[in-house]
């Protein structure tokens, strides 16, 4: 199916592309918008590879809750542009150094993936509907999450306390009740 | 129909300007932002490859992926405020001393 693929590569290129801006961007509130357009089209990938569950998840949870975090502490801290404190120069040959290394894995790793393909040959996703339905169906990713995964979710509850009491106690002025 | 291929190809693209939002940028809102990006490349490959074998355990694990990102953003950005309150600065290089 070409549209499919004509779709993949369309919110590919949206999903690279705001986050490239988000990385480009030196107002921290525009990044954090950009953001939310990257997550949007990662939502649609999702779709694309018979996940509804995880493109809802990161609507909802991503750019809902989290990057409303974001937005909140960027409008907090009024932090409107990229202030470079004066003295705390940064040598430019480490930001350079970076900047290159950054690209080299980029480039590692897309070299990687497509000598796997070379290797392997093109691997087409399982069209089986049966396995499809069970991809998409909400009720087999509850059934194991709930039985076989359940110790890890009560895990991830604790984490969550822990991490909100955390947030708390950081955030809380020093003296304050 | 796109393949394994495409998917991890964009999920490396991702993860590479995580990285490069991590080394370049001088500001800790982006460097938190980065990470997300980053988180999400991972996302990326885990849902992929569970599609590739057909089981759902890789959405299971974007599921605890996107909880430890949900606690690690409360977290860093608690950390970025007090952080802020103390020095009044936004640029990680300000912090370079363990104590003052």
């Known amino acids: ?177 | 129909m796109p393949t394994l291929t495409h998917y991890l190809a964009l999920s490396a693209v991702l993860f590479a300007i995580g990285i490069a939002g991590v080394f370049l940028r001088r500001n800790l809102i982006t460097v938190l932002l980065s990470i997300e990006v980053m988180l999400n490349a991972a996302n990326l490959s885990l849902v992929a490859f569970g599609r590739f074998l057909g089981t759902v355990e890789g959405q299971i694990l974007l599921f605890f992926v996107v909880t430890v990102a949900a606690a690690e953003a409360a977290v860093g950005l608690a950390l970025v405020i007090t952080l802020v309150r103390h020095r009044g600065s936004l640029d990680p290089d300000a912090y370079a001393t363990l104590k003052w």
């Open chain 1, 1 to 177: 199916m070409a549209s499919e693929l004509l779709l993949f590569y369309l919110f590919a290129a949206v999903a690279v592309v705001a986050s490239a801006l988000v990385v480009g961007q030196r107002n921290p509130m525009h990044s954090v918008l950009l953001l939310i357009v990257s997550f949007a089209a990662l939502a649609a990938v999702y779709l694309l590879l018979d996940a509804p569950f995880a493109a809802v998840i990161q609507i909802i949870i991503y750019a809902g809750a989290i990057m409303v975090l974001f937005l909140f502490v960027v409008m907090l801290l009024n932090a409107g542009r990229e202030a470079v404190q004066a003295g705390t120069k940064v040598a430019a040959g480490a930001r350079a150094a970076g900047g290159v290394l950054a690209a080299v894995l980029g480039v590692e790793l897309v070299w990687a993936v497509a000598e796997a393909r070379r290797v392997t040959g093109a691997v087409p996703l399982d069209v089986d509907p049966a396995v499809v339905e069970r991809l998409t169906s909400v009720r087999a990713i509850g059934q194991k999450l709930f039985t076989e995964y359940a110790f890890a979710f009560e895990v991830t509850s604790i984490l969550i306390l822990v991490s909100m009491v955390g947030a708390v106690v950081l955030a809380k002025r020093r003296g304050e009740p």
